[in-house]
């Protein structure tokens, strides 16, 4: 009886293990990790990371260039000078959840390293626990297993597993939030789950928006949006002008002096040409399509496929990422749910059909 269980987290902490120890680093764990420091010393932040990682690694984090990659004069500056790198802080002090446990880390000898990855690594494998509490609802015994190991091991989950960033905290937290809700009916551990990961990641507060409205819970709904004001307000977050401009147009090296403006031009002319290469260089179109396949032969997923699809639709229209990278990143708790929605919906539709064929062996 336990066997397949036992299988399954054996798996699963195998790849735990592997994405702990091949960790992916990318820039913007280094104000995090100045963050998490009791002095935000970006010098130490900086010579820690030169040990870690391999000079190639290295020079692409701060942006010297390694032969194949241009110098990024951007990277540059933030070494040269801490002050313009201290004034990038409020892009990312709009994590407090994430923060915190790193801070907490830091606070008893973990190293920011250690501290930022061990966070990934804890959160993908809480998300599997909660994978395999979804599938074996549905799919019984051993047949549970290689469904939940071929969603654990999807890409956009190691990659979120293996960087230092909020991404594998935030999709534990809507996941497991959206499965006490969903599945075992526990909506106030559920809500709580969902409101704490705005806290990991501003932008989902759409899908708790979403989630709430749904569910007619009218409290969570005001508290959702409640918060996600609140935590801008007192991370003294920049404006959506400055992170657009940040993000898609150019680099802002003193982004507090900065006097930005995004024109409806300059918008759309973004818009569509990133929604254009997300829909021809990612899995979004393939997951679409699964998706509208599920929501026309099992009508009673339409709402959750509708919540997912209409949060993808939402976040892209306002912070329209342009590539498979940054979807896994800003979309992998929806990727997340719309798979096991429909992985349970088959599996179930299935064991339903097998059932009444025993009770019906003539049909």
């Known amino acids: 009886m336990y066997k397949p269980a036992i299988t399954y987290f054996l798996l699963l902490l195998a790849a735990t293990l592997a994405c702990a120890l091949k960790p992916v680093s990318e820039w913007d764990e280094i104000p995090y990790m100045c963050l998490v420091r009791h002095d935000h010393n970006s010098a130490a932040v900086y010579a820690d990371l030169k040990q870690r990682l391999s000079v190639r690694e290295y020079a692409i984090l701060t942006g010297t260039g ?3 990659l241009p110098p990024n004069a951007y990277k540059q500056a933030m070494v040269s000078q801490p002050e313009s790198l201290a004034e990038q802080f409020p892009f990312y002090k709009v994590k407090p959840i994430f923060l915190a446990i790193a801070w907490m880390l830091v606070a008893v000898g973990v190293s920011a ?4 990855h061990l966070i990934s690594a804890c959160a993908f494998f809480v998300t599997g626990c909660v994978i395999w509490s979804w599938i074996s609802k549905y799919a ?12 654990l091991l999807q890409p956009f989950m190691i990659q979120t597993a ?7 905290l935030g999709l534990a937290l809507v996941v497991g939030g959206a499965y006490c809700v969903s599945e075992r009916h526990q909506t106030r551990i559920g809500y709580g789950l969902l409101l704490l990961s705005i806290l990991d990641r501003p932008d989902n507060v759409i899908f ?3 989630v709430f409205a749904l569910y007619r819970a009218l409290l969570p709904l005001v508290a959702a949006i409640a918060l996600y004001f609140s935590n801008n307000y007192f991370a003294h977050s920049y404006s959506w002008a400055k992170l657009f401009t940040q993000t898609f147009v150019h680099p802002l090296t003193m982004p507090k002096e900065a006097v930005v403006r995004v024109s409806a031009r300059l918008y759309f002319d973004i818009f569509f040409k990133n929604t254009l290469n997300l829909a021809t260089h990612s899995e979004l179109l393939l997951i679409l399509a699964i998706s509208l396949w599920i929501a026309i032969a099992f ?8 919540v997912c699809l209409a949060t993808i639709v939402l976040h892209q229209t306002a912070f329209p990422v342009r590539d498979s990278y940054s979807a896994n990143r800003f979309f992998s708790p929806e990727y997340l749910l719309l798979i096991l929605v429909a992985a349970s919906s088959i599996v179930g539709w299935r064991a339903q059909k097998d059932g009444a064929q025993k009770m019906n062996p003539k049909t």
């Open 113 to 116: 390293f250690t501290a930022l």
């Open 208 to 210: 708790c928006v979403l």
């Open 140 to 151: 019984v015994g051993w047949a549970a297993v290689p469904i939940a190991v071929t969603i």
């Open 66 to 68: 390694d032969g194949h």
């Open 299 to 306: 009508p009673a997923c339409r709402k959750y496929l509708g």
């Open 162 to 168: 293996r960087a230092l960033l909020p991404d594998a």
